[in-house]
């Protein structure tokens, strides 16, 4: 089977994940550290915090942006309603009411348009995925907050930088989906100094102290806080100042991304290599199939396909599937549909066509760097086969 997605590990991964066994140190300690900093490094963040998902990813920035005071419960934060999951509930966990929008076909993203006609009087915020590694570009008033999901878009960039620097909160997973795997994994990065130490604080149970792991009295008072409820002198390591959770990664997991990331450019370009091949060769089914649309900083996750006639995507998933090609919806379709939304506090701005086409007629396949190039011919056949190419 021609997976969608595969990670990508040599002996070098193997070796730093034993190594940090070895060390005995199995919670985030300085190999974390120093790949927060090469995360930082490459995506031009100053402050990079891992976790333990890109779901709690997502999670992490919506808690942070709450317990910071920039959302509240009932504020109105706009959202596709062609997502993940996970994009979408922590803002149903915290009581904020998600206004969905259609997004485009090809490009699978929101446009500045049906943005603009979404805001407002109650908006507060924005949450969204570069959808499959195709970057955004847009702008929003000063006082809505955006969080950039780049789960799948790490090495994409926009405006000739790193895509998560648009919002004011970014977060990347490290599934072996993804671009560079931990097994698990993922981070929150931002350049905002206060709304970072939000963020680890919530990430370490919520406490107030910000000492790293074996490590203690950083603030050189560690016995001398007073708190108005709590009794004088009560130990910093030990004081909660917001509602927090342990979403903390291992060394394990940090080793292999530090070794990871070396690659990633290497995989990015692959990724885009496959993607550019597979469009090249899918025009020749062009009639059949609208063909993505991706921007040049793109750092695709995978191929989109929307079939112009509806009713044919079972029908060519299980074709793909008897013939060897493994192929994924995309994500949730139009999730307002999902049975776990039925009864949720949400709204709907204008209509969600496109979003209702994707979720009848659109489906992806894999252009991830494990592929060979007999793999994409491959692939390619197949699908030109089934529109009667061959």
Known sequence: ??????????????????????????????????????????TGHTYVHTCNSGSSANLLAVASLVEAGFWKRGDEIITAACCFPTTLNPLLLYG??????????????VSQQTLDRAIGPKTRGVMLAHTLGNPYDFSLPSDVTLVEDCCDALGATSRGIHVGHIGRLATCSFFPAH????????????????????VESVRDWGRDCWCEPGKENTCGKRFSWEWESLPAGYDHKYTYTRLGFNLKFTEIQ??????????????????????????????????HIILPLYSEGASPFGFPITIKETGQRKDLQEYLKQEGIDSRLIFAGNITKQPYMKGR??????????????????????????????????????????FGRF
Not at 2 to 25: C, G, N, Q, R
Not at 183 to 198: H, I, K, P, Q, Y
Request: charged share 25%; net charge negative.
């Open 254 to 287: 940090a080793a292999c991304g530090r070794a990871q990331i070396e690659r990633l450019g290497s995989f990015v370009e692959s990724r885009r290599r496959n993607f550019r091949y597979l469009r090249d060769r899918l025009s020749s089914v062009g009639e």
């Open 96 to 109: 904020l009411v998600p206004v969905f929008v259609d997004v485009e076909i090809p490009t699978y993203n």
């Open 1 to 42: 089977m021609i997976p969608t997605s595969a990670p990508s590990l040599t002996e070098t991964e193997f070796a730093a994940m034993h190594k940090a066994v070895d060390s005995h140190w199995l919670t985030a300690g300085p190999i974390n550290n120093e790949f927060e900093k090469a995360l930082g490094a490459f």
């Open 345 to 386: 506090d949400f709204k709907i701005s204008g209509d969600l066509n496109n979003t209702d086409k994707i979720m009848n007629d659109s489906l992806w396949i894999g252009c991830h760097p494990s592929l060979t190039q007999d793999n994409l011919e491959y692939m390619a056949t197949k699908v030109e086969t089934f």
């Open 179 to 198: 671009h560079i795997t931990t097994g698990e994994g993922g981070a929150v990065f931002t350049n905002d100094r206060d709304l970072a130490s939000v």
